[in-house]
Nanobody, 124 residues
Framework: QVQLVESGGGLVQAGGSLRLSCAAS????????MGWFRQAPGKEREFVGA???????WYADSMSGRFTISRDNANNTVYLQMNNLKPEDTAVYYC??????????????????WGKGTQVTVSS
């Protein structure tokens, strides 16, 4: 049974930082492309960034520079470091795993497995 479990969310003041983790089990993690998405109330799910097995990353333009994705294949974990957080970053953050596609993708439908998400709230 595949499980992706996000952690590390919480309440932070604007300008602060958070590091989210996503622990994977039940899959061959090192073969997966891992993505991070977020969804704010009343809005569609939004691509944050993704990472390949060897660490190559790709970010949404609006996230680049403040957000950094990394992974630890030995511990089946992917991370999202978020710096200089803004109130508009408030959302539920999800990690997802993709196996069917050969490239990093921002399309949610191309991800095979999803976590349940972790809430990030940034106060002004």
């Amino acid at each position: 049974q595949v499980q992706l479990v996000e952690s590390g969310g919480g309440l932070v003041q604007a300008g602060g930082s958070l590091r989210l983790s996503c622990a994977a089990s039940g899959l061959t993690f090192s073969n997966s492309k891992m993505g991070w998405f977020r969804q704010a109330p009343g809005k569609e799910r939004e691509f944050v960034g993704a990472i390949r097995r060897r660490g190559n990353t790709w970010y949404a333009d609006s996230m680049s520079g403040r957000f950094t994705i990394s992974r630890d294949n030995a511990n089946n974990t992917v991370y999202l470091q978020m710096n200089n957080l803004k109130p508009e970053d408030t959302a539920v953050y999800y990690c997802a795993a993709a196996f069917r596609v050969g490239i990093l993708t921002a399309e949610p439908l191309q991800y095979d497995y999803w976590g349940k998400g972790t809430q990030v709230t940034v106060s002004s």
